[in-house]
C-alpha cells in the first residue's frame, strides 16, 4: 500500500450502465492518484436484475475485478466490491446474488424509493413534500441497515445532491431529527459503516453526501466505521475527495477509517 494510504471505497467500472472505463484502466488511474487501495463496486439494480442485465455486468465486473486485482498485486489492493440496489425489493433475489461470488464489501443503496418509477436524481423535488419524502427514504435506508447482505450504506442523503443542489431548497435537517436518528442509531446496532460519498463535492451541492453534521450525529451516537468513496464514473475521478473526507472524518473525532476484505472490517489509523 502506499504511503498514503488512500482508500477510495466506491468506484464504478464500465460494468455499470453509468461508468466509463475498464477496471484495469481504472487501477492505472488510481495507482497515479496515490490510492493504496479501490473497491470496484458496480451497480446491480435488483429491482431491475434479469431487464436491465445486471446479472451479465456483475459477471463481468467480478471477472474483470478478479484479473485486475492479480495484475496489481503488491502495486495496488483491488476489493472486489457491488452497490446492491434497493436489496429488501426483493430479498430473496439480494442474497443470492451478495452470495454468489466472494465479495470482499458491499455497499446498500436506495436510487429507486418507494412510491416512484425513477431513479431519485429524475424527481421533481419541488412538486412534493422534501420533508416526507427524506423521511421516507431514512424509513426505508433504516430497513436495508437491517440487512446482513451489505456492509455499509452509500451516499444515505444522496437526496440532497437534487434538493440543495439543483433545486436550491435549503433544507431545514432539524425538521427530521428523530428519523435520522432511528436510520443512525439501527446502522450502529447492525454494524453498517457510513459512507462519506465524495462525489457532492465534484457538483453543484459541494458538500460530502451525508454532510460532516450527520457524520459528527453518527460519532456521538457511537458509530464507529466510517468508509470514504469518490463514488468515481470516470478513472479520473477516482479517489478524488478522499483526502477531504479524511479530514472531515477527523473533524468529527474519529481515528480509523473502515476498509473491508472477504466482508470482514479492517481499520487503518487516519
Ligand atoms: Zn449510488
Ligand atoms: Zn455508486
Known amino acids: 500500500m502506499s504511503s498514503q494510504r488512500l482508500i477510495d471505497m466506491h468506484v464504478h467500472s464500465d460494468n455499470s450502465p453509468d461508468g466509463i472505463h475498464s477496471p484495469m484502466y481504472i487501477c492505472e488511474?488510481?495507482?497515479k492518484?496515490?490510492?493504496g487501495a479501490i473497491a470496484i463496486t458496480d451497480h446491480c439494480e435488483v429491482d431491475k436484475?434479469?431487464?436491465e442485465k445486471y446479472n451479465n455486468m456483475i459477471f463481468h465486473s467480478f471477472f474483470e475485478?478478479?484479473?485486475a486485482r492479480s495484475a496489481f498485486e503488491g502495486e495496488l489492493l483491488v476489493l472486489l466490491g457491488l452497490e446492491i440496489g434497493q436489496p429488501l425489493g426483493n430479498k430473496a433475489l439480494a442474497d443470492r446474488i451478495v452470495r454468489h461470488h466472494n465479495y470482499d464489501f458491499i455497499l446498500g443503496s436506495i436510487h429507486t424509493p418507494h412510491g416512484f418509477n425513477c431513479d431519485i436524481k429524475e424527481i421533481e423535488y419541488d412538486k412534493i413534500d422534501v420533508y416526507k419524502f427524506m423521511e421516507d427514504y431514512f424509513l426505508q435506508l433504516t430497513?436495508?441497515?437491517k440487512w446482513d447482505g451489505c456492509d455499509a450504506l452509500a451516499h444515505i442523503t444522496c437526496p440532497m445532491r437534487r434538493i440543495q443542489g439543483k433545486y436550491q431548497i435549503d433544507f431545514d435537517y432539524s425538521k427530521i431529527k428523530a428519523v435520522t436518528d432511528e436510520l443512525l442509531r439501527t446502522m450502529i446496532s447492525?454494524?453498517?459503516a457510513l459512507e462519506i460519498n465524495t462525489s457532492g463535492l465534484r457538483q453543484k451541492i459541494g458538500l460530502?453526501?451525508?454532510d460532516i453534521n450527520i457524520i459528527k450525529r453518527y460519532r456521538e451516537l457511537g458509530g464507529k466505521l466510517l468508509t470514504i468513496g469518490s463514488d468515481a464514473h470516470n478513472a479520473n475521478d477516482c479517489g478524488k475527495g478522499i483526502i477531504k473526507g479524511m479530514e472531515i472524518a477527523r473533524e468529527c473525532g474519529f481515528e480509523n477509517i473502515t476498509f473491508y476484505v472477504s466482508r470482514e472490517t479492517l481499520e487503518i489509523k487516519l
Open 208 to 210: 460530502t453526501m451525508p
Open 49 to 51: 436484475f434479469f431487464t
Open 65 to 67: 475485478c478478479s484479473k
Open 33 to 35: 492518484n496515490n490510492l
Open 190 to 192: 447492525y454494524d453498517k
Open 143 to 145: 430497513e436495508t441497515a
Open 29 to 31: 488511474c488510481a495507482v
